[in-house]
């Protein structure tokens, strides 16, 4: 079997819906001028004209996530003894993100090292990923900020994506990357997308060129060490962030929780939430001491962790999919891909101008 | 107002303060961004036009240093309101006043070049904005893409300078409408608008940019939203807690929101979070005949208690 296809456009709406009715599949929704992935259904306006405001990490990795309830109780013979009672739910059903683009796909192989390949996996992660096929879009543009190529990413990447879809002139090329995709494109009942493959590669290409390279490294960026441990250059460089977290909530690659019980009474969920290393309390500790008092070194954690720790620890990897979200929707449009750039080594100063 | 004005203006506040905080150009031309200026050579950087968006009053109570701050009209309020609630030391603040014509709001300039990546703003002398994009050039007024908070504008000038860089501006602009999409929205059913800010909230992610960006959200680090002690919110991502969070928010900035616009601006998700603000501003101007951040001798109403207050009903025994 071919493992490409093409659904021509008349025929794009109840591909989608044919999805829909064997998964739980998560799409791109217009809701006012935002889009935000929700779940499929006939009644939202589905948009693929640009990348989702907020990428679809929410549906393997929750904002808020219940790991377990509990129920407090006495045990009315002796009031003294405290009985508590634990209910989990791990009841993870079979779902596809629709319609993410490769940068989105990508975040989740940042994710799946130190979540899923290791000694103790999450099963909350784990079983969530393990449900989950992705189908992503090529860009047919780029967005501003975005940087993908630079990151070892593209436009039409496939790395991370089960499936990848290309909009032609008169319908969709279809590509099964993995088996989950395969199934996936044998259930779309798609036409043979032999003869659709070069206007496909031809469109993919044409984006790919477009794609703004801000490190103009060639590969990726090596940062030079002295000047990330520079105060001054993080101060001149920061000065105007306000150390609001969208860029971490917005960041397909940002991967960082905080679990608190939440209890009214004698019930209550211990939850694990999306936490972001731009608040001042993530790394505020028990004894009122923080170690990253300022906006400055919390963002140097979030540039180092991106660039330089993640990097280390994972054989080079760089834990940025170069999707431009966090630079686009800044209040005060502080751009990392800047940031990064006058990082390099070859840079060598603080100050270079703009 | 010329920018070389503006740029000679800057170069002598620079004598005397430590930094200057201005714009300069963002990561793209639709975008400018904040530039905190320290050596002279840097002046040249600055720009002045309407993508000049952000409020830059926002830094200075974060600010232990001497500073010189750009404003436009609006901006201008904020530092009002500092001085009004004690929040600022005057003495350590040059302000440097731009009388303004309007700004654009980047989401209504996306929304009209269809999401196209952005080549090139122009902005002619007769108000029209040229878009270029790979597909051309979009020509649109700026009065059609500014946001909501220029329509009312009630001071195009700074409200204080200590110099200003162009020739001061009255506002054009009905002052009796400034609520006028209040009052209308007030209209609605209590349902309606219940179903408004529930389909709202329901896409907040409690990223806190609009609490961060808010110059008046001076609680920033130690704010209920996070604290587990008190914990009023808890840390779960559903309606109920994100609608408690943006009415504290609101209910916090009673008589003190200088309708700068900078928590709407600054939401990703495109929340209209400063309609909340404004309805108590309405409110607050009803019952105390207060508009916040426009004279430095006023007392914001929740600053201070009367046993009769003249328009409260209730209070009369």
Same mark, same amino acid.
Request: with cysteine; proline share 5%; aromatic share 6%.
């Given at each position: 079997m071919a493992d490409t296809g093409f659904i021509p456009k008349e025929k794009w709406g109840a591909f989608i819906e044919g999805l829909a009715a064997k998964a739980q599949v998560w799409v791109p929704c217009l809701d006012g001028d935002v889009v935000i992935f929700k779940p499929y259904s006939k009644d939202q306006t589905l948009c693929f004209e640009r990348p989702a405001n907020s990428p679809p990490k929410g549906v393997i990795f929750p904002q808020s996530d219940t790991l377990f309830a509990f129920n407090f109780s006495k045990d009315p013979e002796n009031p003294q003894k405290v009985m508590v009672e634990l209910e989990e739910k791990l009841d993870f059903p079979k779902t596809i993100i629709f319609g993410s683009r490769p940068c989105d796909a990508k975040g989740f192989l940042i994710y799946d090292r130190p979540y899923m390949q290791t000694d103790t996996p999450d099963p909350y992660y784990k079983g969530r990923r393990e449900q989950t096929a992705i189908v992503t879009m090529s860009c047919q543009s780029t967005y501003a900020g975005c940087f993908c190529t630079a990151v070892g990413g593209g436009p039409a990447d496939k790395e991370g994506s089960d499936v990848l879809i290309t909009e032609l002139d008169n319908g969709y090329f279809i590509e099964a990357i993995t088996d989950k995709g395969k199934e996936i494109l044998q259930q779309a009942a798609a036409e043979s997308g032999a003869g659709h493959e070069a206007e496909a590669l031809k469109k993919q290409e044409a984006v790919r060129a477009r794609v @703004?390279?801000?490190? &103009?490294?060639?590969g990726k960026p090596e940062i030079s060490k002295d000047l990330f441990e520079s105060d001054e250059f993080w101060e001149e460089e920061l +000065? @105007? &962030?306000? +150390? &609001?977290?969208a860029c971490t909530y917005l960041c397909p690659t940002c991967y960082c929780f905080n679990i608190t019980d939440e209890t009214t009474f004698e019930k209550g969920e211990r939850i694990r939430s999306w936490d972001g290393c731009m608040y001042n309390h993530f790394t505020l500790e028990a004894s009122g001491h923080n170690p990253r008092p300022t906006k400055f070194q919390r963002f140097k954690n979030r540039v180092g962790h991106k660039f330089l720790f993640y990097p280390e620890k994972y054989n080079g990897v760089i834990a940025c999919c170069g999707c431009g979200r966090c630079i686009r929707f800044c209040p005060m449009s502080v751009d990392i891909s800047e940031i990064v750039s006058k990082l390099q080594k070859q840079t060598g100063s603080a100050s270079n101008g703009k | 107002m010329s920018l070389d004005k503006l740029k000679q203006i800057i170069t002598d506040v620079m004598k005397e303060v430590d930094v200057v905080i201005g714009y300069k150009q963002g990561f793209d031309p639709l975008h400018a961004t904040p530039c905190f200026i320290t050596k002279p050579e840097q002046v040249d950087q600055v720009i002045w036009n309407p993508l000049c968006v952000q409020n830059l009053a926002s830094y200075l109570t974060s600010l232990k240093k001497k500073v010189g701050v750009i404003v436009k009209g609006c901006d201008s309020r904020t530092i009002v309101q500092f001085m009004q609630e004690g929040?600022?030391?005057?003495?350590k603040v040059v302000v440097i006043g731009i009388p303004c014509t309007g700004v654009v709001s980047v989401r209504k300039v996306l929304e009209k070049v269809k999401h196209e990546p952005i080549e090139e703003v122009k902005f002619s002398d007769d108000g029209m904005v040229i878009v270029k994009t790979p597909s051309g050039e979009t020509k649109m007024a700026l009065s059609e893409v500014a946001p909501d908070k220029c329509e009312t504008c009630q001071y195009p000038t700074p409200v204080l300078y200590d110099h200003l860089a162009g020739e001061p501006i009255t506002s054009t602009k009905d002052p009796q409408s400034v609520f006028k999409d209040i009052e209308e929205f007030d209209k609605k059913s209590l349902e309606e608008k219940k179903a408004y800010w529930e389909k709202e909230f329901d896409r907040c992610i409690r990223c806190y940019a609009c609490r961060n960006a808010c110059p008046m959200c001076v609680c920033q680090d130690s704010c209920i939203a996070e604290s587990r002690e008190p914990h009023w919110v808890s840390q779960k991502s559903n309606l109920t807690e994100k609608m408690m969070f943006h009415m504290i928010h609101a209910l916090h900035l009673a008589g003190r929101c200088v309708e700068c616009g900078e928590c709407e601006r600054a939401c990703p998700m495109g929340i209209p979070v400063n309609k909340l603000k404004r309805k108590i501003n309405s409110d607050m101007k009803v019952l105390f005949g207060y508009e916040p951040g426009v004279k430095p001798e006023d007392k914001p109403p929740m600053f201070t208690f009367s046993v009769e207050e003249k328009n409260i009903e209730e209070h009369k025994l």
């Open positions: @703004k390279d801000p490190f &103009c490294a060639n +000065s @105007k &962030c306000v +150390s &609001c977290g | 929040l600022i030391d005057r003495s």
